[in-house]
Every structure is written in C-alpha cells, then in structure tokens.
C-alpha cells in the first residue's frame, strides 16, 4: 500500500474490524476506536497499542479526530436480534446506529462497513433495514452494496450477518459482493450443519460436534456459547475455540491493559467479548476487495482482477 490509511472503529468491542483490515495488507497511520466497556477497552489497547480511544460514540469530538479514510461499525444488535426483545432499529441499544450514520456524514470517509444482525431484514415487516437505507441515503454522497453472509461458509459457527459496505461515488471501489457463493465446498460445509444437536432446551443447549458446526457464539459464559461433544462426554468451548470460531489468533481476548499494566482478563468476559465480536476473517475478505482502490488509487480498477477464486479461498482456509 503506497500510503497509510486513517481508520475509526465505532462500537469497537475485541477488534476484529481492524484484524480483518491489517490482515488484508492495510496500514494505519492514525487508529481511532470508540467503546463503553472496560474490559474491551483494556482488550483493545493490549492489541492495538498505538490506537486512541475517543469515548462513547454519543459523545465523540468529531473535530479532534482527522478525517477517516475508513470507518466501520457493527451497532448494537439486541432489539433487532431473535435473542432480544425484537424492539427494532428505534430501541434502547440499537438505535445507536444514528449516531454512528450522523458521524459518518460529518466524517465522510471514503468507504464504511456496516455489521449487524441477520434480523435486520425482517425486525418490523422489514421497514428496519429499509430505514437504515434511508439514513445512509439521506447523507447523499454514497453507494451502497450488501450481503448476507455466514460464518460457516468459511469457518464451523452459524454466524449469519449482514454486511453492508458505502463508499463515496466519487471513490470507486469494486463489486464487493457477492463475496462467495455456489461451490461445491460451500455445499458440503452447509450439509453438515444438521450434525448440530441439542441435550436440552435454548442456545445453552445445543451441542457441536467435532465433525460439525458451533451454533453462534452468543454472550453466555461457556455453555451459552455452545458444548462440545466428544465421544460420550460434554464440555463447553473453551476461550480459545471461541476465538478460533470467530477468526481471531489464540489467546486475542486473554489479556488487557489496565492503568498501564498488563493483566488477565476473566473468562466470563472473554466469553462476553467473543459473542459480540464480528468474524475477522469475513472482514478481511471484505477488506482484501476493497485494498486494491486505496493502494492504486480510484482509477481504472479492473473488477476481474479482484475476484476471489474458490480455489485459491479454499487454499488459505486450509492454512488458518
């Protein structure tokens, strides 16, 4: 990449937005994130040492901060979610998603990934998403492209999400999606999710196999993010499986920085800040479309030369 981007991550939480983007081959020469909870903040900082934590995203000071190349952000999602109470986008939590779209139009950056649950498309007759259309149009200066995309696709979690990627019409940027679709592989992978089972009732209960699929990770302490059976016995996902379901390198979520030092962070918020994360590896094959228009500018792009063939996908799957 010829130059370093400028990058603001709302709604931060563990930092797969970023993973995914550094592990697509993007720089930053100034990181920016806005978080509420302490222990992701802590996580945060551990990870990503040289970024600046500007607040609470109803709060941010859009004047200190330099205009972002990249913003991205995955809004609360409990009022919307099948796990929540299916208030809509206009609930307690989730209609945070104006706040992030009102930074975006004083910021303007060149591109913005949007993340969020799979009810979006449906929470009030689907008039949610249509509303989430319609902010993002009102700014008047972006183009939109969306999918919904599953984590099994590539990794063994249920995970299914939306993302939604804007860039400026002026700033061209590829056909992001579909982002991978219709070959055989995928198929054998989708099969195996009738391998998930269940040994009581709700999220707690359903159970993986060793052969199988995770259920989404969820903010449960353990068993709420799944049991894996091996042979005749039962265990929960340990920390680093969460972190393996979610793209993210061993030990990501273990440690934080508080007040300078360099200290564990407990299990239970290990778990908390897994099943709020986003998969890095889908973001990275976001990001990894759309490198090519910031590091060889906003001409003359060639779309063919940006497609993921399923062979070469499957074949850096194979070396996570």
Known sequence: MKNKITYLDLFSGLGAFPKGLLDAGFKFSNHYYSEIDKYAIANYKYNFKQSKHVGDVTKIKTKEIQRPDIITFGSPCQDISHAGHKTGINGGRSKLFYDAVGIIDKLRPKVFVFENVKGLFFSNKGKDFEVVLKEIANIGVYECQWQL??????????????FLVGSLREFRIPQIFPLITGYKENQKRKALVKLVGRINRGQSGRVYSEFGFSPTLTVGHGYGNG??????????LTPIECERLQGLPDDWTKYGIYENRKVEIRESQRYKLLGNAITSLVMKLIAQKIYPAFSNGINGIKESKLELKAEQLLKELQNL
């Open 149 to 162: 995309i599953n984590t099994a696709w590539f990794l063994p979690q249920n995970r299914e999400r939306i």
């Open 227 to 236: 049991i894996v059976k091996v042979g005749n016995k039962y265990r929960k």
